[in-house]
């Protein structure tokens, strides 16, 4: 790795310092939406207190740093990640973009492509609602249909802003079809798919879209480590040690997409099933890895230079 730089909510950090980094978990999630009285609000202190003993887990166990994936639309709030990133060694990094139509803010929907690109350019290089707190990617999703009209305008955006900053594109993408035609619009778009990580790829189960889309560049990212109510865990095992015998390991990426404070709550635990830590991966998926014959090396490559690859800006 060269000198790249990741940015993070407390500053810049060179790619190279960081240990083992989640690339895709939640720290504070607000589903109902950007129309919702009350959305994303909550007393800082109180999200510190519920959240940092998942973080103080993560410390524990030699993680560095700790990709939040909620953008604009679905309760990113920039003062409680200020205030979470305060109380902990772990490095936050957080996004600039936007969810999936449905939970765009009002402020977003009738921009250009160049003007969408252009505010979270600001984000990217600037900071994020007034503070010098820089986005270190740019988050979009798409509907699980595939991508509707106002998401390929935010996909088009999300090219020009990564082809002006060199930040990665992370789009939660569900699905064999989405995939298909995100990647294709992206391509078209003149986004080389290096700097694109595909959410939730775990969501579809023939290897070989996988590998077609490993082979154009792309970061595959399985993010359901731990969660067997989305896949079981030895299916989702076999998915990863297919592509490793693929010869893939260099584009994985594995985070649990765990989490959460939920604003909706009085007490900010989700219902029904409460906050889910962030352990699952190094207290058992690495080391089913270990049974299966996977390295050390390549799980330090997984765990480590991969996601620090992903984020650095170069
Ligand atoms: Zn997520």
Request: aromatic share 6%.
């Amino acid at each position: 790795m060269g000198h790249s730089t990741i940015q993070t909510i407390r500053g810049a950090v060179t790619a190279e310092s960081l240990g083992k980094i989640l690339p895709h978990e939640h720290l504070f999630v607000d589903l109902r939406g950007p129309f919702v009285k009350g959305y994303a609000e909550a007393d800082a202190d109180h999200v510190v207190a519920r959240m940092k003993p998942y973080l103080d887990e993560l410390a524990a166990r030699g993680v560095t740093a700790f990709v939040d994936c909620a953008p604009p639309g679905v309760g990113r709030n920039v003062q409680v990640l200020r205030s979470l990133a305060a109380a902990t060694p772990i490095h936050i990094i957080a996004p600039t973009g936007v969810y999936k139509q449905g939970f765009i803010p009002a402020s977003m929907l009738d921009l250009s492509v160049e003007a969408l690109a252009e505010l979270w350019v600001r984000e990217l290089n600037v900071g994020m609602d007034g503070t010098d707190s820089r986005a270190g990617f740019i988050k979009v999703a798409l509907s699980d249909e595939g991508p509707t009209d106002i998401e390929i305008r935010n996909l088009q955006a999300a090219a020009l802003a990564s082809r002006q900053t060199g930040a990665v594109v992370a789009s939660h993408t569900i699905g064999e079809n989405a995939i298909r035609r995100e990647i294709d619009i992206l391509e078209r778009a003149g986004h080389n798919l290096k700097r694109f990580i595909w959410v939730h790829a775990h969501t579809v189960q023939d290897t070989a879209v996988h590998i077609d889309a490993a082979k154009r560049g792309a970061w595959i990212e399985f993010d359901a480590v731990g969660n067997d109510n989305w896949i079981s865990q030895q299916v989702l095992l076999d998915r990863v040690v297919a592509l490793i015998e693929a010869g893939y390991a260099a584009q994985l990426l594995l985070s649990h997409d765990a989490g959460w404070y939920d604003p909706a709550q009085p007490d900010g635990i989700p219902q029904p099933d409460g906050i889910k830590g962030y352990t699952a991966l190094f207290d058992r998926f690495i080391p089913s890895m270990r049974d299966r014959g996977v390295t050390e090396s390549i799980i330090d490559q997984m765990t480590i230079t991969n996601p620090a690859l992903a984020f650095a800006r170069g």
